[in-house]
């Protein structure tokens, strides 16, 4: 396979990935926005005050669009400083790797915003456990920060 | 601060229960813990009556009057008192909900009539009594029947895809007919009146509505004076009681003890006061902050948390990093300028008025304009006037790449730092122990995630023995100071579980401060690109000005709400999440809230 051909793989690994942890942001983001905006109609029919915090748990999923963003750059960055046999070798790391690597992070991100619908409604029912609701998120995004940790290192391996 | 609290108990005679509670809401000093969950007769009706005033403001506030009805209701006396102004608002939404019922009806009704014109039915019934057979129908043109034999067809109107038509015949008609629905009951012209009618009535609640709902300030002072009503009386019939006496508990600042003791020997009650236990999770959390960190409390009021009475008070630290991670993530100097302006513009017209929110404001987008002016980045334009500082020049260090590293590089010290403050501070907290050691050791630790994340991501050039040195003395400590203990199974246990559970937490938090970078980066590009959108619709004339100057105010109008976005997101994150992890904060704390009056005299008024 032509070196450039391999880069150009390359390069659509990198935004492939990016745009996989999107896909998931996007699904994230809608599963909470969905129960945010119910929240905040329960709360408008209660005639109690709409919490503006549930726009914290909505944004929260954003942050896999982030990590696929670094994994993009990163690999750009990589793939211009290889050789054509390294190239050769480890194409499929990035045409394959890195979008599977996407796949893990934008599932990270829907699940993170399923909880985060949960998060709204506790939150917009009790008004508390703010930042009990913001750890759990964490916990689940620290799914897609490892996957670019990870990845990151096993992209140090390539030379 | 979180200011330290004493439990009390008050005592009084059973008698004397509402009088004392009148003289400790004077006093607005203690936070009091109902004993037993309160129930009356008093308490019941006071409920309602809040609950039809919730309704009433509710609907009131959808109201407001027009121009040309408004007056200042002082002027005005509204004849009914907040009883029956509650009552009256009430009947309104019902009448409101059967004349829009009723109108809906007419109008169904007027749509059917519409086709046929505006036709006497009693005419019809008349035909009918004499033997005639009248049927109304409506076919598609292309199915539109022949008259049956010995009928009259008459097309009485066509629509886009239906005729309308009548079918007269002196005898029964056995030809099946598509007959329409028609209401016989009115004629068109009766049918419009009274849905006109059933408007009217519409128009007049509506007029009637707007007039109470200039009273919506009195309405708001009757509201939160039924709330303190009910306050009172939960407190009140929630009270202790033990023969005669009745008693009370609650929290008090330990700074206020001689005013309340001073208080009872006054007034006759009896107290006791003491200091909360280590583990009780009743003391609520008085924060006092000095002047200058006032600007911080409008963002933990936003957020909506509080440290817990046992835990710190990092307001300080929250603001600081706060003030920086907004500056990074907004990161345009030119969104900096006009928020700094704003703030300005609103001080000035408010005159005194939240004097706190502007100057959060104004310190806030300081941050900005710094952080902007240091990057070069104004309104996301390509400009040589106003160039970054020569670490961020991509001419001056070898391209726009390297300075993405040098920003990565900064989001890292910047964490390592955040983190390092977090572990300090809770190395001082037990100075007296040896566990102070293993907060020195996670400090390091953190120090050896930064060149790590680094080398990995920002393209540093750490040398690994350095990296190696610093996680293994940072670990090291960690593993011999989290449990100390004589018992070498015991000490090195629970070290060891310390970094099994804490140590690539500690990576992932540090590299988790890379969204500054990345959001910060994000919007200079949507900056960028509606800036050349409107650059290549300027290209096409001379007129196109109006359109390109709209797409920079929308753009830039859609990036600023993306980066507030983005600060919610990930600015109050970095500080509740990473930081206060590190820190061991759960922020279990509820705000001490004295039992005051909570309506102010000129409101009622």
């Known amino acids: 396979m032509e070196t450039d051909v391999i ?123 703010f930042t009990n609701n913001l750890l759990v998120l964490g916990v689940i995004e620290t799914v897609a920060l490892f996957v670019m940790v990870f990845v990151i290192i096993a992209l140090g391996g390539v030379k | 601060m979180i200011e330290a609290m004493k439990k009390v108990d008050v005592v009084c005679l059973s008698g004397d229960r509402a009088k ?27 409920r309602k009556r809040a609950d039809r005033l919730q309704e009433c403001i509710r609907v009131l506030e959808h109201h407001k009057p027009k121009d040309d009805e408004k007056h200042n209701y002082s002027e005005q006396t509204l004849e009914l008192n907040p009883r029956e102004m509650g009552n009256r608002v009430h009947q309104l939404v019902l009448n409101h909900e059967s004349c829009l019922v009723e109108r809906e009806r007419w109008r169904r009704v007027e749509d059917l009539l519409k086709p046929w014109g505006a036709f006497d039915p009693a005419l019809v019934e008349e035909l009918r009594a004499k033997g005639m057979t009248v049927t109304f129908c409506v076919a598609p043109e292309s199915r539109l029947p022949a008259a049956p034999e010995g009928a009259i067809l008459q097309i009485i109107s066509t629509d886009e895809d239906q005729i309308y038509f009548i079918v007269i015949s002196e005898q029964q008609l056995t030809d099946e007919l598509p007959t329409a629905q028609v209401p016989m009951d009115n004629s068109l012209d009766e049918v419009k009146a009274k849905e006109a009618a059933a408007q009217n009535r519409l128009d007049a609640v509506h007029r009637e509505l707007r007039r109470l709902a200039d009273f919506l300030p009195k309405v708001y002072a009757d509201y939160h004076t039924c709330l303190d009503q009910i306050e009172f009386l939960e407190t009140r019939d929630g009270m202790g009681e033990s023969g005669e006496l009745a008693y009370m508990g609650g929290y008090i600042p330990a700074r206020r003890t001689d005013e309340l003791n001073q208080a009872a020997t006054t ?45 710190l008070d990092i307001s300080a630290w929250f603001l600081i990093f706060f003030c920086i991670f907004f500056g990074m993530i907004i990161g345009d100097a030119g969104y900096g300028s006009m928020f700094f302006i704003g703030a300005l513009a609103a001080k000035l017209k408010l005159k005194g008025k939240f004097t706190v929110q502007t100057n959060l404001l104004l310190v806030l987008s300081s941050c900005t304009i710094l952080w902007g002016g240091l990057t070069g980045n104004w309104f996301g334009l390509d400009q040589d006037l106003l ?56 400090m390091i630790v953190v120090w050896g995630n930064f060149l790590l994340a680094s080398n990995l991501v920002a393209g540093g050039s750490y040398p690994q023995p350095l990296i190696l040195w610093t996680y293994g003395i940072g670990a090291a400590l960690v593993l011999l100071f989290t449990t100390p203990n004589i018992n070498p199974l015991k000490c090195l246990g629970g070290g060891a579980g310390a970094i099994a559970g804490g140590g690539i937490n500690s990576f992932v938090d540090v590299v988790s401060y890379i969204r500054l970078f990345a959001v910060g980066m994000s919007s200079y590009y949507v900056a960028k690109s509606f800036n050349d959108m409107a650059g290549d619709v300027m290209n096409m004339g001379a007129l196109a000005i109006i359109p390109a100057v709209l797409i920079l105010i929308f753009g830039h109008a859609l990036n600023i709400a993306l980066c507030m976005l983005g600060v919610l997101v990930h600015g109050i994150r970095l500080n509740t999440l990473e930081f206060s992890g590190h820190m061991g904060l759960e922020w279990k704390g509820f705000a001490f809230r004295p039992f005051a009056r909570r309506v102010k005299e000129e409101l009622v008024r």
Request: glycine share 10%; aromatic share 8%.
């Open chain 2, 267 to 311: 007034q006759g009650w009896g107290i006791m006061l003491s200091d909360p236990e280590p583990d009780d999770p009743q003391v609520p959390t008085l924060v006092t902050v000095p002047k200058w960190l006032k600007i911080s409390e409008p963002i933990f009021d936003f957020v909506g948390i509080r440290p817990g009475y046992d835990e």
């Open chain 1, 7 to 129: 880069v150009a793989l390359g390069q659509m690994g990198g935004v492939t990935a990016m745009a996989l942890a999107a896909v998931g942001s996007a699904l994230g983001s809608g599963a909470a926005g969905a129960a945010a905006v119910g929240a905040w109609k329960r709360c408008f029919v209660q005639n109690k005050q709409a919490p503006f915090q549930l726009a914290v748990f909505v944004g929260a999923p954003l942050s896999q669009t982030i990590y696929g963003l670094i994994l993009m750059l990163l690999i750009s960055t990589k793939l211009e400083g290889l050789s054509p046999d390294v190239l050769a070798k480890f194409w499929p790391f990035f045409a394959i790797g890195a979008p599977i690597a996407g796949i893990a992070m934008g599932v990270s991100a829907w699940m993170q915003g399923r909880a985060a619908a949960g998060a709204c409604d506790s939150f917009a029912e009790t008004g508390k456990g």
């Open chain 2, 387 to 442: 160039k970054p500082i020569p670490w961020f020049d991509p001419d001056k260090v070898g391209g726009s790449e390297v300075v993405n590293h040098h920003v990565e590089s900064l989001c890292f010290l910047l964490a390592a730092i955040h983190l390092s403050i977090a572990h300090v501070w809770k190395a001082i907290l037990v100075i007296n122990s040896l566990r102070c050691l293993a907060q020195v050791g996670w």
């Open chain 2, 20 to 46: 004392v509670l009148e003289q400790l809401r004077d006093l607005e000093i203690i936070h009091l813990q109902p004993m037993t969950p309160a129930e009356s007769v008093e308490l019941s009706e006071l």
